[in-house]
C-alpha cells in the first residue's frame, strides 16, 4: 500500500465478506426520489463540502451563496498533491503495460521510474514535495512491478486487457453524478476497485466527516449504477514532519443505515443553508483544515 495489488483487493473482500452488514431499503442510492434520500433543495453542493467539520454550514455559505474566495491550507496542498501523484503513478504504469510490453517485473519497474521524469514537473516542484513524490512513485513502481511478475508466472497467454486488469486492479478518480442525491455532478472516486468497491486517500488526521462524505459517494453510485455498496476503504497516509516517509493506514467501514442518515442531515444542513441567504454564524469549533478558516476567523 497505498497502491492495491490483487493480493491486496482479495484480501480486503475477505474482511469485508466477515464484516456483515444490514442496509434498509429506503435508504440504498436508487431510491433518491423518495423520502429519506429525496433532497428538498435545488441547490447542489458540492462533496467535498462535507469532509469539513462545519456544524452551522457557513462554509456552504460561503462557498455557495457569499461564493467567498477560498485559501487553501498547506495540509490541503499536500493531499491534492498525493491525489494527484497517486493517479498519475497508475495511468503511467496502465501506459507502460498496455504500450509498452515489458518482458520482466525488473523491466517493467526500470520504466516506471524512468517516467516519473516525463509524467511529472519535479523542477517546479518543492523540495518537500520531490520527496513525496518519489516514495509514491517508487512504491508504485515496486508493488506493480512485483505484481506483473505474478501474472507472467501464472500464464504469459493471458489477455493484454486481462493482464493490465490482474496487475492494476483499480481506476484512478473515477467520475460519478451526484445530482440525484443534491451533490454535483462531477464527483471524482480516488479509486474504485470493479464492481464497486470505494477507495479514498486521505492526508489529514481521521475524522467522521470523512466517513459521511464517502457514505454520500456509495449512495450517488448506487443511485447510478443500481449496485449495492456496503463497504467502502479510506486509506490513510501519515507523512513524518520532513517528508522523508510515511505509513499507511487502511480502514475498512461499514456504510450502513447510520452513517448514511449522517449524510442526508449534513447534506440538508449545508443545502439549506446555501440556498437561504442568511448567514448561520460561525460554529463553536473550526475544522482547522477549512479552505475558508481564514475569511471566518481572520483576526482571531
Known sequence: MPFYSYDDVLRVFQVIQDMPCEVSEELRGWRWAEPPLLSPYSVKINASDLSFGCK?????????????????????????????????????????????????????????????????????????????????????????????????????????????????????????DGRLLGLNRAIRIDALVPPALIIEFKTRKPCRDFEITLAGYALCFESQYKIPVNHAVILYLVFDDDMSSFRVYENILRIDDGVRMEFVEKRDLFAQVASSGVDPGLPEVCDPYCPYLGVCRDGD
Request: charge should be positive; glycine fraction near 6%; aromatic fraction near 12%.
Open 56 to 176: 452551522t454550514g457557513r462554509l456552504a455559505f460561503l462557498r455557495h451563496y457569499v461564493r467567498a474566495g477560498e485559501r487553501a491550507g498547506e495540509s490541503l496542498r499536500l493531499g491534492s498533491f498525493v491525489h494527484r501523484v497517486i493517479a498519475t503513478a497508475t495511468a503511467e504504469a496502465k501506459a507502460i503495460l498496455y504500450c509498452r510490453k515489458p518482458a520482466s517485473g525488473v523491466d517493467f519497474f526500470d520504466m516506471m521510474m524512468q517516467g516519473m521524469l516525463y509524467a511529472t514537473e519535479v523542477n517546479s516542484l518543492p523540495r518537500e514535495y520531490v520527496r513525496v513524490l518519489n516514495m509514491l512513485w517508487r512504491r508504485a513502481a515496486l508493488t506493480y512491478s512485483s505484481a506483473y511478475d505474478k501474472v507472467l508466472e501464472l500464464s504469459r497467454y493471458l489477455s493484454l486487457d486481462g493482464l493490465v486488469s490482474r496487475v492494476v486492479p483499480w481506476i484512478c478518480e473515477f467520475p460519478i
